[in-house]
């Protein structure tokens, strides 16, 4: 019986084939690439267990930490990538510092006040603190055509000092 072609492949030599021939180079590669397929195929299946046992790890950990935290998880918040916002404690309120402030300067630009803002830590700026402020009548806006922007002072008479 004469051999078939997946003979010859599995065997690699055949009476009929020369040992070094086109036929027998290409019998050779394609062995070559069953056999690196082959390796590619476990490794690939190996990653797969590997990513599986981490899923899982991750799983079991998302519910220790819900667990003990007395928490249900917040539904539509589990996919969130966003860092959670931390905020922080100051001896002043935003008014208060800003007020302070221009209480020790005199008459502070809005960027001498952004500075001082970022100097003591907080993020942002200043500004709206600054339109509040300037909204309830305890600071004054002047225009000063030296600077960019405006200066700000004290108002001699607050109009709404509870607050």
Excluded: C
């Excluded at 003990?68 to 990538?81: E, L």
């Amino acid at each position: 019986m004469k051999p078939t072609h997946d003979d010859i492949l599995r065997k690699g030599k055949s009476t009929a084939v020369p040992k070094h021939g086109p036929e027998s180079d290409l019998a050779e590669k394609i062995r070559q690439l069953q056999a690196d397929r082959q390796q590619h195929a476990q490794a690939i299946n190996e990653i797969d267990q590997v990513l599986s046992r981490v899923e899982k790890a991750l799983t079991e950990l998302k519910a220790m930490t819900a667990r003990s935290s007395g928490h249900a998880p917040i539904a539509g918040h589990a996919g969130d990538d966003r860092p959670r916002r931390h905020y922080q404690k100051f001896e002043l309120t935003g008014e208060e510092s800003v007020l302070d402030f221009i209480r020790r300067e005199g008459h502070p630009t809005t960027a001498e006040i952004n500075n001082n803002w970022h100097a003591q830590g907080r993020t942002g700026v200043a500004n709206p603190i600054l339109a509040r402020l300037l909204k309830r009548g305890l600071l004054e806006r002047e225009n000063d055509p030296t600077v960019r922007g405006s200066r700000y002072r004290l108002s001699p008479q607050p109009a709404d000092a509870t607050h």
